[in-house]
């Protein structure tokens, strides 16, 4: 089921965290600064496709700075 | 047909703001785990929070609770203060190793002794933080602070203090834990204990106590990466993570 | 239970009965002399009124524990003497900074240092000064009998809800272990909602409370600050202070607490043989009554200020009538018991000029 991962980038401090527990270790660190100048975590839209939606990521970042989606059947009505 | 659901929901009691601090500070973990268990119990608008000194000084920012600030070292007292002029209330407070062990030793020893009905979070990470580095009751020996630059050693500075096993023998506690947040299996053991304690406060069973081993990246100087290591690498051998009191265990056996 | 129509009581119990009168449901204390029997009272009584009392690990605990529950607006009471009170100052200052209620008893004994465990005024500058750090001043009532004792407690909660403020009664070791006949009184219609408004309850359907003395914003602290003063400025309508024969009296005594009552018997005596002497005996110390002692200077009045001490009050004597004229100055020396005969020849000395 695809998954995707938000990160709130100005609230990322780029501490790298959530490099360390990601499974499929497809975060990275980007080039960019935000306005408080910390260099942003990212997935790259081609690598956003491995990503498990385990959340180990939002789990061990300590400033709730990333949010991630999973898709899942919708419950139907009985078939 | 598909359809997208959110996996992370953070608690609502976790105000949505930028914190102040810094980049791989697990202040920001723990803080969730309290969130999160105090949400999990239903007990968010029953609870009043405790803050004490230090970096966590702006906790009250963080979680959306009634609060009240005390002087350093004091919070088991105003605590105590807090619950027995409100009995039916959710009593925490969430302190470092300065605040906790240093200052507030004869406060926490005598909080936890009574077996006040209160949650304590002990967030130690070895250093003073909010004062620019000097060195904790639990600094490690050998570890370089501010005010130990050779590194503490036992001759001068003696060894660093254990305060889960001393609150553990303490017969007023009912429940006393060491956890870690430096990876997602430490992650879900501590938000089981964070839990866990508030639990016990809600049946009355005496004083509960986590201590959770955290990171101070800036003073120990190092990068957020090399800090959360340390934690496994240096912390954890001295500071055992584990359970070494729970008074209702037995009897659920 | 009925309440007696008079009792033959101890002051420190006096303190005790006159708080749980004025409703105190905490008592945080640890043991020091002279002021032991109020916990040892409340250890018993305040449990029966179905409150809360805690034998804290220190002063320091216990004056921490007064913060916390006057901080969920609960009528609550700490005591202690002269060294237990040094220990308080920090939770002292984090209260008045916090504006909470909390009611604080010094039964004072000799100092510096660990002193004696005789009485003294010597506390006198920690009390009305501030013992602990920052601008801010403590509500101070100064009983001078065991009644009095009972009856300002009894004002002391209600003045520190009045004005969000701590207060504190400021005894010695001759008020808390004399006794004396008291007629016990309890106070009607205290108010059930007092405090809830802004303490401490945990925040259903509302936002949450914050009681806090840090203000770090820009210009944050400034305006805590300007609005101390100006509660400061309207607790001077509290200012109480009794006038002894100061009408036609050539010279004025200012004295207070234990001293004050004493002085009054040299006074009588002297009255006798025609002197013409009187007394002002501040009940409050802060606000002190500058006021009515300017007004007597303007008269043309002499002053003399009589205490426990090596000079503290007297400041404050000569501060408020400056302008004016000055104040001469006797000290009892602390770890001396005073008597009325003490004071004759100061007396004396200061009338002929």
């Given at each position: 089921?695809?998954?995707?991962?938000?990160?709130?980038?100005?609230?990322?401090?780029?501490?790298?965290?959530?490099?360390?527990v990601c499974p499929t270790g497809i975060i990275q660190q980007s080039s960019r600064f935000n306005q408080k100048g910390y260099k942003?975590?990212?997935?790259?839209?081609?690598?956003?496709?491995?990503?498990?939606?385990?959340?180990?990521?939002?789990?061990?970042?300590?400033?709730?700075a990333i949010n991630v989606y999973t898709t899942k059947s919708a419950k139907g009505g009985g078939k | 047909m598909t359809q997208?659901?959110?996996?992370?929901?953070?608690?609502?009691?976790?105000?949505?703001?930028?914190s102040h601090y810094c980049p791989g500070c697990h202040h920001g973990t723990a803080h969730r785990l309290v969130a999160e268990a105090i949400t999990d119990l239903g007990l968010v608008d029953k609870t009043i929070l405790v803050g004490s000194i230090g970096c966590s000084v702006f906790i009250y920012n963080y979680l959306t609770l009634d609060a009240i600030e005390s002087p350093h070292g004091r919070a088991p007292a105003v605590a105590t203060g807090v619950k027995r002029a409100r009995p039916d209330k959710i009593v925490f407070t969430y302190q470092g190793d300065g605040d906790l062990a240093s200052i507030g030793m004869a406060e926490i020893m005598h909080c936890a002794n009574r077996g006040e009905n209160i949650t304590t979070i002990f967030v130690n990470n070895t250093v003073y933080g909010m004062t620019g580095g000097q060195m904790a009751p639990t600094t490690l020996v050998g570890q370089k602070t501010t005010t130990c630059p050779g590194g503490r050693c036992r001759e001068n500075e003696g060894m660093p203090i254990r305060m889960t096993e001393i609150i553990a023998s303490l017969g007023g506690v009912a429940f006393a834990e060491r956890v870690a947040v430096n990876n997602i299996k430490n992650i879900k053991k501590a938000r089981k204990a964070v839990t866990k304690a508030f639990e016990y406060q809600t049946r009355e069973v005496g004083f509960s106590f986590v201590e959770v081993l955290a990171t101070c990246p800036t003073n120990w100087r190092m990068t957020p990466l090399q800090a959360n290591k340390r934690i496994e690498t240096e912390m954890i051998p001295y500071f055992p993570l584990g359970n070494f009191k729970d008074v209702l265990a037995k009897e659920e056996k | 239970m009925s309440t007696p129509k008079r009792i033959f009581v101890k002051g420190n119990e006096a303190i005790s009965r006159g708080a749980l009168a004025a409703g105190m449901k905490c008592f945080f204390g640890y043991p020091i002399t002279p002021q032991n029997d109020i916990p040892e009272f409340l250890s018993q009584a305040l449990p029966d009124a179905g409150g809360q009392f805690v034998q804290a690990e220190s002063e320091v605990a216990a004056a921490n524990m007064l913060l916390g529950a006057a901080g969920c607006g609960i009528r609550a009471m700490t005591s202690s003497s002269s060294p237990g009170m040094s220990l308080k100052q920090e939770a002292i200052s984090y209260m008045a900074g916090s504006e909470l209620p909390g009611v604080l008893v010094n039964v004072s004994r000799g100092g510096p240092g660990l002193g004696d465990i005789g009485p003294s005024q010597g506390d006198y500058f920690q009390s009305v000064k501030g013992g602990g750090h920052g601008d801010y001043k403590l509500?101070?009532?100064?009983?001078?009998?065991?009644?009095?004792?009972?009856?300002?407690?009894?004002?002391?909660?209600?003045?520190?809800?009045?004005?969000?403020?701590?207060?504190?009664?400021?005894?010695?070791?001759?008020?808390?272990?004399?006794?004396e006949p008291v007629v016990p009184w309890?106070?009607?219609?205290?108010?059930?909602?007092?405090?809830?408004?802004?303490?401490?309850?945990?925040?259903?359907?509302?936002?949450?409370?914050?009681?806090?003395?840090?203000?770090?914003?820009d210009g944050a602290l400034a305006g805590q600050n300007q609005k101390l003063q100006a509660k400061y400025q309207a607790m001077q309508a509290e200012v109480d202070q009794e006038l002894f024969l100061t009408e036609d009296a050539e010279l004025i005594v200012v004295a207070f607490g234990s001293i004050g009552r004493i002085v009054k018997s040299t006074i009588r005596k002297l009255r006798a043989q025609d002197h013409k002497v009187g007394l002002v005996r501040p009940i409050t110390l802060f606000p002190f009554p500058s006021e009515v002692l300017l007004n007597l200077a303007k008269e043309g009045k002499r002053f003399l200020t009589i205490e426990h001490n090596m000079g503290q009050m007297v400041e404050d004597v000569r501060l408020s009538i400056r302008t004016v004229a000055d104040s001469a100055f006797h000290g009892q020396l602390p770890g001396n018991l005073p008597t009325p005969d003490d004071f004759e020849e100061p007396i004396l000395k200061a009338l002929e000029g």
């Open positions: 089921m695809p998954s995707r991962v938000e990160f709130r980038e100005d609230r990322c401090k780029g501490c790298l965290l959530c490099t360390e942003v975590t990212e997935i790259t839209p081609d690598m956003m496709s491995e990503c498990k939606g385990c959340a180990f990521c939002a789990m061990m970042c300590p400033d709730y | 997208e659901i959110r996996v992370t929901n953070y608690p609502e009691v976790l105000t949505d703001r930028a | 509500l101070v009532l100064a009983p001078g009998t065991v009644q009095e004792a009972y009856d300002l407690t009894i004002k002391a909660f209600d003045l520190a809800f009045k004005y969000r403020n701590p207060v504190l009664v400021l005894a010695d070791a001759i008020i808390g272990q004399m006794k309890v106070p009607e219609n205290l108010d059930p909602d007092e405090g809830q408004d802004w303490g401490l309850q945990g925040a259903t359907n509302r936002a949450p409370r914050l009681l806090k003395s840090l203000f770090l914003d």
